[in-house]
Each structure stands twice: as structure tokens, then as C-alpha cells.
């Protein structure tokens, strides 16, 4: 049996076909593809009104802008005087393909595949008769969801656009800001069925290439018949998948993608997915928000070093508690440990019991506000907040201590920037917190220990997992540290990511 279910089988061949069609290039065989299509549209159309020159316009209703297509293929054909003068078809396929029609993007193709995915994203194809190709003019419609204020990523001072659904206007964001020629923008296709853009950014000339061909690599690894969601991308680019810790950070922020080109980073981004990623994740950029480079020095480097603390407390805190009340008494002051004892009087269950039932409902709490509308969701978590801890306290099912423990803990937990880092650090506090409660300190030793090894395992794209704390090879990191020094300062970018040039100024 398998650890996620049933015995495993050897899964079938995942055979691949190309091309996708292979019939000759006519109207008749693309009708055949979108049979049963109901958004497909097929209608003959006469060139300046004479049947004798007719021409078959093809387009799926819904990807084409009607207002578009009226304008930049209709009209010209029945009223372009260059196109009344043209002797034959063939002298109008030519003139149309040269600017007769008033489309930015006109294509002539001759493979069915062509012609079939760019009816998909939005265009009209022209059918001639005896031609072999055939003319497709952009008219999508690109509706897409507004340019709108991050909402994950709050930011007092710094932009107010967040990425979008559309990869073009995401390339948009970063190109004004990001306004050098050497940003290099390159496109590859992912998934079989999807078929979903993925655009591949770095700056050349800073980017280590062999990151840039690293990452490009991997995803042209990806063989997946649909890339619709984050995982699909981010489990599978990365090579160690059986972790808790997130190997990919993310970010919804224009600015801040731009931030990470400009160190020498390698950014992604994914048509239809609200949020770009960036190449090599390590541990400080889990920590790091769009703030740290908006405030002071001393502010910034402050805010990070409370970040680090409160991922300590929320990690060990209960663990801690659970041991020291167990196995180490004499590590609380005599006046908290009779109040702990005089609290624990009538609660019939143990410390590590109470601990680790509190933090399981916590978890719960969370994920229903979550899940909930907006609305519901904060009567769900006010309500259970004062059920789970008011009732709780006095029917004598949990101590207050416990309570205080495990709120502080929780807390502490939503200082982490990273909600995947964040959910990590819950899993491993419940380890850590059954580990302090089996063996004591001892224990909560020992499951630190284990967390330490773990990280210290991890890599992503050649780069320690643990920086900055890690050597990468003796590459330290010059003035991107925990404390983070007045950026006039840092010269250089930092050395782990190998930039074919380290110095950002002068």
C-alpha cells in the first residue's frame, strides 16, 4: 500500500501527438474540429459585395471582439477600394496580408495547427479559395479583470497595482518599471490540454545564465496535461518536493518582482495566475516584505529581526511550555508555577493533552475563516475565539496558561510574509510540541536539531536553502543580511546568485 492511498500502479504511457491535426489545411476540417462547439462561427463573406470573390471567415464567438473584428476585417473587405482594384484573390490575399486589412497582427498560415490555437486566442481566419494559406488577424477581445491594489501584500508606501490574470498586462507592469532593453522576456507553452503561456524574465547581463537556462529547463520539463493553479508550477520546478517548506517564493507586487530581476534573480510568469515567482527562493526571502525597502534602515532591520524571533516563538514556544511543566519545573519562577498548579487543579487532562488540542483548534478556527465568505468568516472566528477560550477556561477543559501559550504562539505564527513558509512552521510546531512533551527539554532539543538538518538539506536551483545564514561555497551575503545596512551602502548584489555583474551602484 502506498503512504497517499491505494497500492500504487504503474501509471499508463502519456503519448504525445504532433502535430495535433493533421488533415489538410480547409474550412471544412477546422469546422470538424469545433464540431459540437457551439461558440464556433463559420459565414461567407464577398469581397466588395461581388459573389464571384468569396471568402469564409472563421471565429469562435466570445474570444473575438465584435467591434474589432467589424472594423479591422468587415468593413475593409467591402469597402477598401485597393482590394475592388486587385485583379484576382490571390492579389488580394497578398494585399491583405501586407496592411489591406486594419489588424496590428496579421499571420498567413499554412499548418492546422496554427490556425486552430490562434481561433483560440481571439483571431479571425480568412479562408481563399485554392490558397493552401490562410490569413489570421487579431481580434480578441482581451477582457480581463482590472489592474486593482494588492491585497496580500499590504504596503504603506509603496505602489498601489498588483498583478493580474492576463500575462501581457503583468509584462506591462513590469516593463515600466523595469524600462532597460536588457530585460529579456521569453515564452514557452505548459501543459498538453492548457497549452498555457509561461514567460521566463531575467536581465541580461546581471542574471547568471546558467540559472536563466536552468529554470527554462525545468520547465520545459513540466509534461502535465493542465497548468491551472500555482502547484502545478511550483511543485514540479523544484527538486525536492517531499517538504513542507515552500521552494518558490512568489509575490503579487509588480515593484517587487522588478526588486528581484534587479538583484540577478530569474522571475516566471503564468497566463492566467495573479502573481509572478522568483528563482532561487531561500530562506530571507521569505521574510523580506515590499516595506523593507521603503522604511529606514534601523526600522527595516528591526521589523526583520522581530520577524525571526516571533518564527522562534511560534516554532518552540508550546513545546517549551509543555516540557518545562512536565519535565523541568524548576525553569518557571516559584510564583508562575503555583499559579500553573492551582490553574491545572480540576482540568482533567495532561499539559501536552491540553497544548496540543488547544493548537489543533486553533488550526481549525483558522482554516474556517478562511474558507468562509468574508463576512461569516470573522462571526466564525470572533464566536469560536470566545467559545474555545472563555468556555473553554471555565468548564476546566484547558489551564488559562495553556491558552495564553497557544494564542501567543499563533500570533506570532501571522508575523511570517509567506502563508506557505507560515503553514510550514504549524506542522513543525506540532512536532516540536510532542517531542517537548514525550522527552522534555531533551526532546525539544532534538526536534530543533531535526529541523536544523532538514533545512540545511534543502537547496533550490543550486543555492543554500538557509541563506543568509548558510556559506553557499563561501559566497556570503554582503549587506543583505538580517540586519539590513542603509541601502547607499550596499554595493553589490549578493554573491550567492553568481550575477555576471555584483555591482548595482556606484
Not at 228 to 239: A, I, K, P, R, W
Not at 442 to 452: I, P, Y
Amino acid at each position: 500500500m502506498g503512504i497517499f492511498g491505494a497500492k500504487k500502479q504503474t501509471p499508463p504511457p502519456h503519448p504525445r501527438r504532433e502535430p495535433r491535426f493533421s488533415s489538410p489545411l480547409t474550412a471544412d476540417n477546422v469546422a470538424r474540429v469545433f464540431d459540437r462547439c457551439a461558440d464556433f462561427n463559420r459565414r461567407a463573406l464577398y469581397l466588395n459585395n461581388d459573389p464571384a470573390r468569396q471568402v469564409e471567415m472563421l471565429y469562435i464567438a466570445g474570444q473575438v471582439r465584435n467591434e474589432r473584428a467589424c472594423d479591422y476585417v468587415l468593413r475593409p473587405l467591402a469597402q477598401n477600394e485597393a482590394l475592388r482594384a486587385a485583379p484576382d484573390l490571390d492579389a488580394a490575399f497578398d494585399l491583405m496580408a501586407k496592411g489591406g486589412l486594419y489588424s496590428l497582427s496579421v499571420q498567413a498560415r499554412d499548418a492546422m495547427d496554427q490556425v486552430v490555437f490562434d481561433l483560440i486566442d481571439g483571431s479571425v481566419a480568412l479562408f481563399f479559395p485554392g490558397k493552401t494559406q490562410v490569413l489570421t488577424l487579431s481580434a480578441g477581445t482581451e477582457e480581463k479583470r482590472s489592474v486593482s491594489n494588492p491585497e496580500n501584500e499590504p504596503d504603506v508606501k509603496g505602489a498601489r497595482d498588483a498583478f493580474v490574470e492576463s500575462l501581457r498586462t503583468n509584462t506591462s507592469l513590469v516593463r515600466r518599471r523595469f524600462r532597460a532593453p536588457e530585460l529579456k522576456i521569453e515564452e514557452q507553452t505548459v501543459g498538453r490540454q492548457s497549452v498555457t503561456p509561461v514567460d521566463v524574465l531575467y536581465v541580461e547581463g546581471i542574471a547568471d545564465p546558467a540559472l536563466t537556462e536552468q529554470v527554462k529547463a525545468r520547465l520545459e520539463g513540466i509534461d502535465i496535461d493542465a497548468l491551472l493553479t500555482t502547484g502545478s508550477l511550483e511543485q514540479y520546478v523544484v527538486s525536492e518536493s517531499r517538504t513542507a517548506f515552500p521552494l518558490t517564493a512568489y509575490t503579487e507586487r509588480p515593484d517587487r518582482f522588478c526588486t528581484g530581476l534587479a538583484e540577478g534573480r530569474v522571475g516566471v510568469l503564468v497566463d492566467g495566475i495573479p502573481m509572478g515567482w522568483l528563482f532561487p527562493a531561500t530562506l530571507d526571502s521569505f521574510f523580506r516584505t515590499g516595506q523593507d525597502r521603503s522604511t529606514s534602515w534601523a526600522v527595516a532591520g528591526a521589523l526583520s529581526v522581530l520577524r525571526y524571533v516571533c518564527m522562534l516563538i511560534t516554532l518552540f514556544l508550546p513545546g517549551l511550555y509543555a516540557a518545562a511543566v512536565l519535565f523541568d519545573p524548576e525553569l518557571i519562577p516559584v510564583k508562575l508555577t503555583l499559579s500553573i498548579i492551582a490553574a491545572k487543579a480540576d482540568v482533567p487532562f495532561s499539559t501536552l493533552t491540553e497544548v496540543l488540542v488547544m493548537l489543533l483548534a486553533f488550526e481549525v478556527l483558522q482554516e474556517a475563516g478562511l474558507r468562509l465568505p468574508s463576512s461569516i468568516g470573522q462571526t466564525v472566528s470572533i464566536l469560536g475565539g470566545l467559545v474555545v477560550g472563555s468556555a473553554a477556561v471555565e468548564a476546566k477543559l484547558v489551564s488559562p496558561a495553556v491558552l495564553v501559550v497557544v494564542a501567543t504562539a499563533g500570533i506570532a505564527g501571522y508575523t511570517a510574509p509567506s502563508q506557505d513558509f507560515a503553514g510550514a512552521l504549524r506542522i513543525w510546531r506540532f512536532l516540536i510540541t510532542i517531542a517537548g512533551g514525550i522527552l522534555g527539554l531533551t526532546g525539544l532539543v532534538l526536534a530543533g536539531l531535526a529541523l536544523v538538518y532538514r533545512l540545511a538539506r534543502l537547496e533550490t536551483f543550486g543555492v543554500a536553502y538557509l541563506t543568509p545564514f548558510a556559506s553557499n561555497a563561501g559566497r556570503q551575503k554582503e549587506g543583505h543580511t538580517v540586519l539590513r545596512e542603509p541601502l547607499p551602502q550596499v554595493k553589490t548584489r549578493p554573491d550567492y546568485l553568481n550575477t555576471e555583474n555584483r555591482r548595482n551602484q556606484g
